[in-house]
T-cell receptor
């Protein structure tokens, strides 16, 4: 049973516009959330994280928002650039075990020049 | 600074054959992990090692064994490969269990 869901397999956005990637989760014990970016034939690379005690974290063009009541987080990329074209995975840690991250299935972002 | 390295990059096995996937990190990280990625499934944790000398099962451990050889190296062994183990395998490491993970480039394994 998928505890972390990314319901949009793909997303296309014009260069310069905002990209919004969404992630939903079911486990209320998740306390730490991360976004990873993955290019073809490479491993995922860490992008940004947020603790459950916050509702927003910003790093340059990337902002992650967390809505705990809705069990939803989103990644905003502004402005989007062609180099942002990649697969984005959200991941969540279970504070019960503290030692396992659960990953979503990924959203493939294409930024059109 | 190579980060996390994995060997081999590609491998084709016949059902029943065995093999070991190698992983090494040069970041002095304490924790290491093995994941598999299948289409439509995201990354799933197979085994992890919180620190040198310890290993624990993750979400999908059946059919695999691991060895934390030293602080740098963490290997994954398939004793008797099955077609269901066809996947892309990623090794990762982190400073500790509560830190973000750094991934290797992956091993694409096909079991015929």
């Amino acid at each position: 049973d998928q505890q972390v869901k990314q319901n949009s397999p793909s997303l296309s956005v014009q260069e310069g516009r905002i990209s919004i990637l969404n992630c939903d989760y079911t486990n209320s014990m998740f306390d730490y959330f991360l976004w990873y970016k993955k290019y073809p034939a490479e491993g995922p690379t860490f992008l940004i994280s947020i603790s459950s005690i916050k509702d927003k974290n910003e790093d340059g063009r990337f902002t992650v928002f967390l809505n705990k009541s809705a069990k939803h987080l989103s990644l905003h990329i502004v402005p989007s650039q062609p180099g942002d074209s990649a697969v984005y995975f959200c991941a969540a840690r279970d504070s019960n075990t503290g030692n396992q991250f659960y990953f979503g299935t990924g959203t493939s972002l294409t930024v059109i020049p | 600074n190579a980060g996390v390295t994995q060997t081999p990059k590609f491998q084709v096995l016949k059902t029943g054959q065995s093999m070991t996937l190698q992983c090494a990190q040069d970041m002095n990280h304490n924790s290491m992990y093995w994941y598999r990625q299948d289409p439509g499934m995201g990354l799933r944790l197979i085994y992890y090692s919180a620190s040198e000398g310890t290993t624990d099962k993750g979400e999908v451990p059946n059919g695999y064994n691991v060895s934390r050889l030293n602080k740098r190296e963490f290997s994954l062994r398939l004793e008797s490969a099955a077609p269901s183990q066809t996947s892309v395998y990623f090794c990762a490491s982190s400073k500790g269990l509560y830190n973000e993970q750094f991934f290797g480039p992956g091993t694409r394994l096909t079991v015929l």
